[in-house]
């Protein structure tokens, strides 16, 4: 016999209004609610990069859950960073494969860890560092009594570094030398590139520019245009290309690689090209986007508890 289908019987209900409130579902909200125009259907919430991660708070719920989140992403480094001063760039030949490489020369100027942020206290851990010299009267009185208190020298330059724990936290006093960064590991710098003052668009993004002849007068250098019409709005876009201020900006270049390293000397020589004038401040740390490197293990001096030793009572002839 073929197969047959089943049969379906339909049972006729109430409306809708004579059915109890427990057995009634609302599958789609009846409120209207009015976001990039009038919904009745909630919106899909969009992706956000703050709120990647199921089941962890966002950014601006709290404190801790926004230091969950650095950790959860491994953004902190484990160790402190140092400070040098760009001396200009130089060449040196790779051993193994002979060729020239630009390199930069940084100084490291008596860097001093001058004091520690904890979480307890601060809500974070950080190691600050200075380096430098300077003349007491040319330092504030409150700046002459943290000094004085932590017992370390007056510093001409001073920066905040944030470590993931209390294991990169240094003790107060201890200097960090050039040898700090290993040849071979990566770093990032941070410094301040060379400002240019006013640029025209094509000194400054880089633009074609407008022809030379056919008719064309007085604009050759300068952008064209600078947003549609009606259609558009009738205005400018913010983060429009155009002429302006150009330089003296922080920037980072990330992941170089250090070459050599002087502790006598305080000189570390990176692969490549370092933001900024010759004289400007660096600030030199870990790579990001490269493994972490442990901090160094601090050993604590052993307490030993003293013997006393009594003397021996001297005979003395009769």
Not at 65 to 73: E, N, Q, V
Not at 80 to 99: I, Q
Not at 243 to 254: D, H, K, L, S, W
Not at 271 to 297: F, M, N, T, Y
Request: include cysteine; proline fraction near 9%; glycine fraction near 10%.
């Amino acid at each position: 016999m073929p197969p047959t289908a089943p049969r379906l019987v339909a049972i006729p209900l109430p409306p809708p209004f004579l059915l109890p409130r427990s057995l009634l579902r609302r599958s789609i909200s009846s409120t209207q609610k009015r976001c990039m125009g009038i919904r009745s259907i909630d919106r899909k919430p969009k992706y956000s990069p703050y709120n990647v991660v199921p089941g962890v708070e966002t950014l601006q719920a709290t404190p801790a859950a926004a230091l969950k989140r650095k950790l959860i992403a491994d953004a902190l480094p484990l160790r402190t960073g140092a400070l040098a001063t760009k001396k200009g760039m130089t060449a040196v030949y790779d051993v193994e494969s002979g060729k020239r490489i630009a390199c930069t020369v940084l100084q490291l100027d008596q860097n001093q860890v001058i004091s520690h942020k904890t979480r307890k206290r601060h809500g974070y851990y950080a190691v600050c560092v200075g380096s430098g010299t300077i003349n007491e009267k040319n330092v504030t009185k409150p700046m002459l009594g943290h000094y004085s208190v932590q017992g370390v020298s007056p510093k001409r330059h001073q920066k905040e570094f944030r470590v993931r724990g209390a294991e990169g936290l240094l003790p107060i006093g201890d200097e960090i030398r050039a040898d700090w960064f290993a040849a071979g590991q990566y770093v990032d710098t941070r410094s301040t590139c060379k400002g240019k003052g006013f640029a025209g668009p094509m000194k400054r993004w880089g633009f074609k520019g407008q022809p030379r002849s056919h008719g064309h007068s007085l604009s050759h250098r300068s952008h064209g245009s600078m947003g549609p019409s009606q259609g558009g709005g009738s205005r400018v876009y913010p983060g429009k290309k155009m002429a302006g201020n150009m330089g003296g900006q922080r920037n980072t270049v990330q992941s170089l690689k250090v070459l050599q390293s002087d502790a006598t000397n305080g000189i570390v020589v990176v692969h490549g090209a370092v933001s900024g004038p010759s004289g400007c401040l660096v600030i030199i740390q870990d790579a990001l986007k490269k493994p972490w490197i442990e901090p160094p293990r601090i050993s604590r001096p052993q307490v030993v508890e003293a013997t006393v030793i009594e003397p021996e009572p001297v005979k003395i002839p009769a």
